[in-house]
Nanobody, 127 residues
Framework: VQLQASGGGLVQAGESLRLSCTAS????????IGWFRQVPGQGREGVSC????????YSTDSVNGRFTISRDDSKNVVYLQMNSLKTTDTAIYHC?????????????????????WGQGTQVTVSS
């Protein structure tokens, strides 16, 4: 099982980025996928997730209305469209696969429900 996050970079506040999560080694369409972020020295934060069907999503309050998660199962990819970026969005972003398929809930997401993690991609937002 492998997941890979890409698309990070250095942008100015107010600009946009689109992150991609690609995967191999498992049947993609059966699994919820989540995006997490981490600032060095701080805990991991769940950002957004999408159910295996794509019919249900969750985003944490701090990104709600600015970030949009989507998936394209024909390409085994999950996207995180990040608009109106803020300096507080600066972090390493990881995508992860939900253990037993389901880890994305309408009320939130927990890293304990995700078992495989991809190498992260750095997002840096300057003021």
């Amino acid at each position: 099982v492998q997941l890979q996050a890409s698309g990070g970079g250095l942008v100015q506040a107010g600009e946009s980025l689109r992150l991609s999560c690609t995967a191999s080694g498992f049947t993609w369409r059966y699994y919820d996928i989540g995006w997490f972020r981490q600032v060095p020295g701080q805990g991991r934060e769940g950002v957004s997730c999408i159910s295996f069907s794509g019919g249900s999503t969750y985003s944490t309050d701090s990104v709600n209305g600015r970030f949009t998660i989507s998936r394209d199962d024909s390409k085994n990819v999950v996207y995180l469209q990040m608009n109106s970026l803020k300096t507080t969005d600066t972090a390493i972003y990881h995508c992860a696969r939900a253990d037993s398929g389901h880890g994305c809930h309408s009320w939130g997401m927990s890293e304990n429900d995700f078992d495989y993690w991809g190498q992260g991609t750095q997002v840096t937002v300057s003021s």
